[in-house]
C-alpha cells in the first residue's frame, strides 16, 4: 500500500510569490490534515479536510488556504509568501477522525522563502 | 482549545539507562492519546497509541487522568531510540475529533 504522497519536494520561492503544494493519501483514506513544522514551534496544525470540506482550521492567516478533491487528494496554498513561512509542509492522512484514528505522514515538502 | 506541554526540549540519557518523556495536556475527555516519533532523516510516525495497550519498542506509556499526564517510558534506553518524539493528546471538546494536537516535541538523545 503506497504511503502518503507530497510533491513537491523542496522548493524555493521569493517573497511576495504564491506556492501550491499536493498531498496524495493513502488509498482509502478520506481526512487529510495539513500542519506546518519548524525548529521553533515545533508542529502547527494547519487545517483539515474530510469529503472535500473543511472541518478545522489552525490559527493561521488568511493566506495560508487548501482544498480537498473527490478523490481525497489534497492541496494547500500560500500566498503572498513571507520568510517566516520558510518550514517544512507535512500532509498526513487517516480513515476519518484524526485525534480517533492513527494518521500516516508524507515525507513534506520543504518550502524555503528568500 | 486542547494545550499539549512537552517540557524537554532535549533530553540525553546514557544507553541502557531508564527513559521518561513527558507530557501533560490540558483536555482529558478522551481516552484516546498517541506518541508520534521521528527518527533522522524518516517520516513522523506513530510510536504508540495508549487505547491499544500495545508496548512498541519496549516503549510504554501511562494514562493518569488525576495529573493529565501520558508519559513515554522505557526501562532501557537504546542508541537506536535516538529520535523527535511528539505526544498527541486528545482533541478538546469543541474540535469534533479533526484536529490533532501536537507537543513541541523532545529530542532524546541516547549516549554510549
Known amino acids: 500500500k503506497a504511503g502518503v504522497t507530497q510533491t513537491p519536494r523542496y522548493l524555493i520561492k521569493t517573497r511576495g510569490q504564491q506556492v501550491t503544494l499536493s498531498c496524495s493519501p493513502i488509498?482509502?483514506?478520506?481526512?487529510v490534515s495539513w500542519y506546518q513544522q519548524t525548529p521553533g514551534q515545533g508542529l502547527q496544525f494547519l487545517f483539515e479536510?474530510?469529503?472535500?470540506?473543511?472541518?478545522n482550521k489552525g490559527n493561521f492567516p488568511g493566506r495560508f488556504s487548501g482544498r480537498q478533491f473527490s478523490n481525497s487528494r489534497s492541496e494547500m496554498n500560500v500566498s503572498t509568501l513571507e520568510l517566516g513561512d520558510s518550514a517544512l509542509y507535512l500532509c498526513a492522512s487517516s480513515l476519518e477522525h484524526p485525534s480517533g484514528n492513527t494518521i500516516y505522514f508524507g515525507e513534506g515538502s520543504w518550502l524555503t522563502v528568500v | 482549545a486542547q494545550r499539549v506541554t512537552q517540557p524537554e526540549k532535549l533530553l540525553s540519557v546514557f544507553k541502557g539507562a531508564p527513559v521518561e518523556l513527558k507530557c501533560n495536556y490540558s483536555?482529558?475527555?478522551?481516552?484516546?492519546l498517541f506518541w508520534y516519533v521521528q527518527y533522522s532523516r524518516q517520516r513522523l510516525q506513530l510510536l504508540l497509541r495508549h487505547i491499544s495497550r500495545e508496548s512498541i519498542k519496549g516503549f510504554t506509556a501511562d494514562l493518569n487522568k488525576g495529573e493529565t499526564s501520558f508519559h513515554l517510558k522505557k526501562p532501557f534506553a537504546q542508541e537506536e531510540d535516538s529520535a523527535m518524539y511528539y505526544c498527541a493528546p486528545p482533541e478538546d471538546e469543541t474540535g469534533g475529533g479533526n484536529k490533532l494536537t501536537f507537543g513541541t516535541g523532545t529530542q532524546l538523545k541516547v549516549e554510549l
Open positions: 483536555y482529558s475527555g478522551s481516552p484516546e
Open positions: 488509498s482509502g483514506h478520506r481526512s
Open positions: 479536510y474530510f469529503s472535500e470540506t473543511q472541518r
